[in-house]
């Protein structure tokens, strides 16, 4: 097997952990206010978890180990870009990076197929291929609804994190966001 290949499929190893957890704990965080936008994160989290498992499978009979700091990083970097980040965007915010997150994974995705073609592998570039198409849906269904937040401006900008800690994470970010805007003013003058 061919390194790209190899360090591919651990990479996506770790993209689809990511995937997986971002988009449920997102899920989580969502429906109870907008369960339109908390279906295709769900189904995509389910499709990612899925593909993870296959890779597994594929990875092992390939001699390409996935366990521990493949699977982990994935995990961990997933829950530390939720538990940190998340509570300062706003619901739009967090839906167009959600987008971003699964169209990162299908262009891996791609990439391993072309790799695996390359190397006259035609299970694995089949498999990376119908991963692809099958994440690409959820990833349309999600951008689509990223995009028609835009219809209802008021929830756009509502936070992610309700709790009262992201309450307070999101008015920091606001301010933020104002102080860089008031500086900008000064800098044009």
């Not at 389910?46 to 995990?75: N, Y």
């Not at 709790?163 to 920091?172: K, L, T």
């Amino acid at each position: 097997m061919h390194p790209a290949t190899h360090r591919a499929l651990r990479e996506l190893a770790v993209a689809g952990h990511l995937l997986a957890h971002r988009w449920d704990r997102l899920a989580d965080r969502l429906e109870p206010d907008d369960p339109a936008a908390a279906a295709p994160l769900r189904s995509g989290a389910e499709s990612a978890t899925a593909l993870t498992e296959a890779i597994a499978d594929l990875a092992a009979t390939r001699d390409v180990p996935l366990r521990g700091a493949a699977s982990g990083l994935g995990t961990t970097v997933g829950t530390a870009i939720a538990v940190i980040g998340e509570p300062f965007l706003e619901r739009n915010q967090a839906l167009r990076a959600a987008v971003l997150d699964a169209h990162h994974t299908t262009v891996l995705l791609h990439y391993v197929e072309h790799l695996a073609r390359a190397e006259h592998d035609d299970e694995l570039a089949t498999a990376a291929a119908a991963w692809a198409h099958r994440l690409v849906v959820s990833e349309g269904e999600l951008r689509e609804r990223a995009i028609a937040l835009g219809d209802t401006p008021d929830a756009a900008v509502l936070p992610v994190d309700r709790s009262p800690v992201g309450q307070v994470a999101h008015q920091v970010s606001v301010a933020a966001g104002g102080l860089g805007e008031w500086v900008d003013r000064r800098l044009e003058r």
